[in-house]
Nanobody, 125 residues
Framework: QVQLAESGGGSVQAGGSLRLSCTVGGTAGKHYFMGWARQAPGEHREGVSVIDADGKTKYADSVKGRFPSSEDNDKNTLYLEMDRLEPEDTAMYYC???????????????????WGQGTQVTVSS
């Protein structure tokens, strides 16, 4: 099982920035992509981004150009830089792995086996 722990959430005003981190454990021999997803109250969980072992990324249209994702393999840490935040970005944010599809087949639906506990992001107008 993969252990995942998110941090870095908080409350900011619209236009502000946050940097989320996700420490990853139990990933000896990792060869899959990982992802970020978010869930607002009363909404389904939404895929935000995925990043593969080579650093290739895919993003939801709603965050493209604002939320670059990166990873530090030496630190076993995944990052989500959140810029130009909007009130619509308010949600619990999760990191997740391993995926239940191939990277080439990923279509934005966050199908992952293991999830972190989440970190809350609140954006006020």
């Amino acid at each position: 099982q993969v252990q995942l722990a998110e941090s870095g959430g908080g409350s900011v005003q619209a236009g502000g920035s946050l940097r989320l981190s996700c420490t990853v454990g139990g990933t000896a021999g990792k060869h899959y992509f990982m992802g970020w997803a978010r869930q607002a109250p009363g909404e389904h969980r939404e895929g935000v981004s995925v990043i593969d072992a080579d650093g290739k990324t895919k993003y939801a249209d709603s965050v493209k150009g604002r939320f670059p994702s990166s990873e530090d393999n030496d630190k076993n840490t995944l990052y989500l830089e959140m810029d130009r935040l909007e009130p619509e970005d308010t949600a619990m944010y999760y990191c997740a792995a391993p995926p239940q599809c191939m990277y080439s087949d990923y279509d934005g639906v966050p199908l992952f086996r293991d999830w972190g506990q989440g970190t809350q992001v609140t954006v006020s107008s």
